[in-house]
């Protein structure tokens, strides 16, 4: 698993390559939202169009980016999620708690 930062005006993308199946890979996401917190970012869109799955592991470490920015008075947004990836944030009643979009553009114009 990799993953890419981008900056959009004063939204930051981190878009992730791989399965997030837990390990030091998929804590490193959380780690990275922190340190961006620690830099004053409050907007950040997670995109996972190239992640083709996810275990519990992963779904916590997206609640975990998810509080560390709602603490900070921040927004997580995430796009491109993949049927069987969105089908675990439906099975788990998450999806109620994300917002998703379908590109990383539509979620940064939403902000």
Not at 13 to 36: F, Q, R, Y
Not at 60 to 85: I, R
């Amino acid at each position: 698993m990799h993953y890419n930062i981008k900056e959009y005006n004063d939204v930051t993308v981190i878009s992730v390559k791989g399965n997030l199946m837990g390990g030091p890979e998929t804590v490193a996401i959380h780690e990275k939202v922190k340190e961006l917190i620690d830099n004053n970012v409050k907007k950040i869109v997670i995109d996972l169009a190239k992640v083709k799955w996810m275990n519990s592991s992963g779904l916590g470490t997206m609640m975990g980016c998810l509080t560390s920015l709602k603490t900070a008075n921040g927004e997580l947004k995430l796009s491109g999620v993949a049927e069987k990836v969105k089908s675990l944030f439906m099975m788990t009643k998450l999806i109620t708690i994300f917002e998703t979009y379908d590109t990383v553009e539509d979620a940064v114009a939403d902000f």
